[in-house]
């Protein structure tokens, strides 16, 4: 944590800072291959790049990788969304200099918001049509039960029937919604 | 697991459901299968819309009722003792649900931040009321007690009449007594709204609540500030609820006391609540012994707040950590930069606070409701 762990780089912490950075590599290449499905190559590189400098410096004391990836993948979300209500408001892609970039605050503006009462919606007009064995199980979800509670509460003869069903409800869920959880854009 | 058995696990990442394991095993697998993480990445914002408990109630209302009861048909044979009497049970309780009225609509009661009560108001003990015989009646003759109408007081206090003691009716015939519950009891001086707030460290009669509540003050006791049963409304103080959690091994968070020493490495967030719109601010201490911003956010009144929003806060080596957590009506955009007497002062008071108050997890202000007003709580990690 910047300077309070500034101390406490030591040997364990350097074998940490290699995890650390293996991951991010990683990270990053994931990152921009699946930004370039959503905007230009240098404006996908860029981001992936705005991504990683939040995450070394704002972020630095997010170490594991469950919640390396998580974190990741919000500011991705967050970055990309930025990118396009520029583009809108100026009719073009902008790319964003390194003095520009925004440390976010990760909270839902007004337009996030908007977006999330309408998916809010369609998802449970969605989730209403399912089965019941899909409902069960996606209450239980909801209601912060474990795959391997599940498993008990429902009665499933091991835990792979249980990820069987939960997919299956899943790809249904998604259909449901059209293919997408988000409306095109 | 095979590649098509961790796609499986992408229903469970935005709900939250996978465990550290299987964490580990969906994300290691990402990071090295482009199709995986895009599906992964496409799961974000329904990940985003279920974080929010709102809108996890409303999808669970949409969902119907629990069914109950496991997914398998039952194979055991009705008749025996135990599946009769389970039987029974489930018949009361299903006779209790029909019964009992239930509302239509999920409504979260409302929660307190804090809550701000006096003690009862004081009671004006009042001289016996003297009924002296006329002249010239005989002693013997039944006299009608007399009784005082009750005086308009102040707005703070409360009029009762207090019990004839027996010298003062040994003259009299036996007169009409009145109800235990208008007898006075002595009244304690009424302390300043500001002094009774701060000073009170146990859940006593009169002087209690969030404000100066224990460490793991019920959560029956929070809600919006509002007038107590037998206090004084004091308006909309700016009140903070924090909490510290930490992270088990088995992935899950649960509060601890901020006194509880931590094993170093182990994974902490803060929760953080306001009572009232505001901005809050999370500074920590550095080893310079500085302040350095490490959250900070436009806050809404009762909702909460993690610190970090994602991930944990993680410290390898022994050594307190100090953190000050400061809510504000008016942004404060240089808080970290501001004068470090100002802080320190700040860090001062809200210890003197807790050390008042043990280990509460409430701070709140009882200064008048101004712009300028702010509630500092100064929190102290103790790793090992």
Redesign the interface.
């Known amino acids: 944590m910047g300077d309070a762990c500034g101390t406490i780089r030591t040997a364990p912490r350097r074998i940490r800072d290699v995890e650390r950075d293996e991951i991010l590599a990683k990270l990053r290449e994931r990152i921009v291959a699946f930004a370039a499905s959503h905007m230009t190559g240098d404006a996908a590189e860029d981001l992936a790049q705005e991504v990683l400098i939040l995450l070394h410096e704002k972020y630095s004391h997010v170490e594991q990788l469950e919640d390396l990836v998580p974190l990741s993948l919000q500011i991705v979300r967050f970055k990309i969304i930025s990118l396009r209500r520029k583009a809108q408001r100026r009719g073009e892609y902008n790319q964003v200099s390194l003095a520009d970039i925004q440390v976010p605050d990760l909270e839902p503006g007004p337009g996030v918001m908007l977006e999330r009462k309408a998916m809010l919606e369609r998802l449970e007009r969605a989730v209403a049509q399912l089965g019941e064995r899909c409902r069960e199980l996606i209450r239980l979800k909801l209601e912060g039960a474990s795959f391997s509670e599940i498993q008990k509460r429902m009665g499933a003869a091991s835990i792979n029937t249980i990820y069987t069903w939960d997919h299956r409800c899943r790809k249904h869920l998604l259909e449901l919604m059209g293919g997408d959880w988000e409306p095109e854009k | 697991m095979k590649r098509e058995?961790l796609?499986?696990?992408?229903?469970?990442?935005a709900?939250?459901?996978?465990?550290?394991a299987?964490?580990?095993e969906l994300?290691?697998a990402?990071?090295?299968d482009?199709d995986l993480?895009?599906k992964?990445?496409?799961?974000?914002?329904?990940?985003?819309?279920?974080q929010?408990p709102g809108?996890?109630s409303?999808?669970?209302e949409?969902?119907?009722p629990?069914?109950g009861g496991?997914?398998?048909p039952r194979r055991a044979p009705l008749w025996r003792p135990w599946l009769l009497g389970f039987a029974a049970a489930a018949a009361a309780v299903l006779v209790i649900a029909v019964v009992v009225p239930r509302p239509k609509k999920f409504v979260p009661a409302p929660r307190t931040v804090a809550e701000l009560r006096l003690p009862p108001p004081p009671v004006l003990q009042r001289e016996p009321v003297k009924v002296l015989p006329p002249t010239g009646i005989s002693k013997s003759r039944p006299q009608e007690p007399r009784r005082t109408a009750p005086r308009q007081l102040d707005q703070n206090a409360q009029l009762k009449l207090e019990r004839r003691p027996p010298s003062a009716t040994a003259q009299l015939p036996s007169a009409p007594a009145l109800e235990p519950s208008a007898v006075a009891q002595p009244a304690a001086p009424l302390p300043s709204p500001a002094v009774s707030a701060m000073q009170s460290s146990a859940p006593a009669q009169g002087v209690l609540g969030g404000v100066a509540g224990g460490a793991f003050a019920p959560r029956a006791a929070l809600g919006r500030v509002r007038p107590p049963a037998d206090g004084v409304l004091l308006g909309l103080n700016l009140a903070l609820h924090y909490r510290l959690l930490a992270r088990k091994p088995d992935g899950r968070e649960a509060e601890i006391a901020p006194a509880t020493p931590l094993a170093t490495g182990t994974?902490v967030r803060l929760s953080l609540e306001a009572s009232d719109r505001g901005f809050l601010y999370v500074l920590?201490?550095?080893?310079?012994n500085s302040w350095?911003t490490?959250f900070?956010?436009?806050a809404e009144a009762q909702r909460i707040y993690l610190v970090?929003?994602?991930?944990?806060?993680?410290?390898?080596?022994p050594g307190p950590?100090e953190f000050l957590v400061l809510l504000t009506r008016q942004p404060q955009p240089q808080v970290a930069a501001a004068d470090p007497d100002r802080l320190q002062a700040l860090v001062a008071q809200a210890k003197q606070e807790n050390a008042k108050r043990r280990q509460t997890m409430y701070a709140v202000s009882v200064d008048a409701v101004t712009p300028s007003q702010q509630v500092a709580a100064d929190i102290v990690l103790n790793f090992r």
Not at chain 2, 15 to 20: A, K, V
């Open positions: 058995d796609e499986k696990l992408l229903g469970g990442y709900t939250n459901t996978l465990s550290d299987e964490q580990r994300f290691a990402a990071l090295s482009q993480f895009d992964l990445a496409r799961e974000q914002p329904l990940r985003e819309l279920l929010d809108a996890r409303r999808i669970l949409a969902l119907g629990a069914r496991s997914e398998r994974p920590e201490r550095t080893s310079g350095r490490l900070s956010t436009p970090p929003s994602e991930g944990t806060l993680r410290y390898y080596e950590r």
